[in-house]
């Protein structure tokens, strides 16, 4: 199923990827044209929004939050403004302030995870499922510096069998994957990139990822068609 709502903040698709995982992705425009909607925010996305020192940031960055407000309040059964979140701790070192973010009002046992890269925004939810989720614009990447600490030698091997010309999309490509497997596991930025394989030549892979406090070590990855030049991918347990 695949649906389009065209709102304040650009467009929006709506599409079931999985049976058990919604996921919208979209384009927030490029500076507020409803204002009032800053009301959806909470107090904190509001103080974050103000600190942006760019317009077009903090556009941004309302549209995605407001988007993904909306989603969840739609699935929640609340309006957007009531729903308040929390950070579980972080897997890699406990602290609060970036382990996975979770719904902490209303009482529910939905789960999501949002990316934003430039205009560009993804939001992912389950009923009872842990959920990971990451967009990058594709652009221009010195490989050289940053491939050896990123990619695991599977992946480097794939990566040397890509035409050149396409070698710096490939490498955003395994990246998203191990962004969204960290995000679903809650390790977030102390994870060590290039302990996982995230196996690029499948589309949709099983992919073997620990972290402190997480029961599960095995994860679905999938790569999602969202807009044109970027890379978006999903991570959810393999249960099976
Ligand atoms: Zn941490």
Redesign the pocket.
């Known amino acids: 199923m695949n649906t389009m709502t065209t709102g304040a903040f650009g467009t929006a698709v709506l599409d079931t990827v999985h049976d058990e995982v919604i996921v919208r992705s979209g384009r927030s425009n490029d500076r507020l044209v409803e204002p009032d909607v800053l009301d959806i925010l909470s107090a904190e996305e509001r103080k974050r929004f103000i600190a942006f020192r760019n317009p077009l940031r903090a556009a941004h960055f309302a549209g995605a939050h407001t988007e993904a407000r909306r989603l969840l309040a739609g699935l929640l059964g609340c309006g957007p403004a009531e729903i308040r979140f929390g950070r579980h701790p ?6 609060t302030d ?2 996975r973010p979770y719904i902490s009002r209303p009482r529910t046992r939905w789960e999501f995870s949002l990316s934003r890269s430039g205009p560009y925004w993804v939001c992912a939810a389950t009923d009872g499922v842990r959920v990971g989720v990451d967009l990058e614009q594709v652009r221009p990447m010195d490989l050289s510096s940053r491939a050896p600490s990123i990619l695991s030698s599977g992946e480097r091997r794939h990566l040397d069998g890509v035409p050149v010309e396409f070698r710096a999309a490939e490498f955003i490509r395994c990246w998203t994957r191990k962004e969204a497997v960290v995000k679903a596991s809650g ?4 994870a060590a990139l290039g302990d996982i394989d995230v196996r690029p030549g499948q589309t949709r892979a099983r992919v073997i990822h620990r972290a402190p406090g997480c029961a599960f070590d095995t994860w679905s990855v999938t790569d999602l068609r969202t807009h044109p030049g970027l890379y978006t991918a999903i991570a959810v347990p393999a249960f099976s």
């Open positions: 972080c897997a890699g070192c406990g602290r970036h382990g390790i977030g930025i102390e």
